[in-house]
T-cell receptor, first 116, second 110 residues
Framework: EAQVTQNPRYLITVTGKKLTVTCSQNMNHEYMSWYRQDPGLGLRQIYYSMNVEVTDKGDVPEGYKVSRKEKRNFPLILESPSPNQTSLYFC???????????????FGPGTRLTVL | DQQVKQNSPSLSVQEGRISILNCDYTNSMFDYFLWYKKYPAEGPTFLISISSIKDKNEDGRFTVFLNKSAKHLSLHIVPSQPGDSAVYFCAATTGNQFYFGTGTSLTVIP
């Protein structure tokens, strides 16, 4: 089954404790992206990757890191999480760009992160 | 600053009638516009898209209209069905980046 998986789905942590949220897709997609969803702000793009070893900042990259060593994986790293990073995070992938009905962006189920 | 705006947080429509969801944007460099649907506890799913060089795209019950002069985008759902009840996000792309609106919660009343 074609899908984007994220782990963990739920995480409660404390300020300053490094964490990684994994994202994996099995569709051989080139484009991968991370978003955060907050009430009243919608989804905001954190980082994206056009292909292996090619990553770039989205709209809200501060406090996050990513890596793309393999095509299928795109982990999101919070080196020193803070309470303002409490949010719902989504990973997404598409074959390439631009987006269309033939090239849609598939989203993972989300990771709910709470930083105390 | 929000470059894509959805000013109606919620909308209720009777089953069988038309649902119209609206979206405004500020960046004239956006080249594609999209609508996503989101159910609780799930990721968004793609609904329909339109290139900035077009003014209408249709896919079954869903039609997206683009008015570039007004920087306005709308999604029409006809006829509306109870299963359409969800949060709808408008999005736009420029280059390799995506920008999303804040979402409109649609309730279709049976």
């Amino acid at each position: 089954e074609a899908q984007v998986t994220q782990n963990p789905r739920y995480l409660i942590t404390v300020t300053g404790k490094k964490l990684t949220v994994t994202c994996s897709q099995n569709m051989n997609h080139e484009y991968m992206s991370w978003y955060r969803q907050d009430p009243g702000l919608g989804l905001r793009q954190i980082y994206y990757s056009m292909n292996v070893e090619v990553t770039d900042k989205g709209d809200v990259p501060e406090g996050y890191k990513v890596s793309r060593k393999e095509k299928r994986n795109f982990p999101l790293i919070l080196e020193s999480p803070s309470p303002n990073q409490t949010s719902l995070y989504f990973c997404a992938s598409s074959l390439t760009l631009p987006p269309s009905s033939y090239n849609e962006q598939f989203f993972g189920p989300g990771t709910r992160l709470t930083v105390l | 600053d929000q470059q894509v705006k959805q000013n109606s947080p919620s909308l209720s429509v009777q089953e069988g009638r038309i649902s119209i969801l609206n979206c405004d944007y500020t960046n004239s460099m956006f080249d594609y516009f999209l609508w996503y649907k989101k159910y609780p506890a799930e990721g968004p799913t793609f609904l329909i898209s339109i290139s900035s060089i077009k003014d209408k795209n249709e896919d079954g019950r869903f039609t997206v209209f683009l008015n570039k002069s007004a920087k306005h985008l709308s999604l029409h759902i006809v006829p509306s069905q109870p299963g359409d009840s969800a949060v709808y996000f408008c999005a736009a792309t420029t280059g390799n980046q995506f920008y999303f609106g804040t979402g409109t919660s649609l309730t279709v009343i049976p």
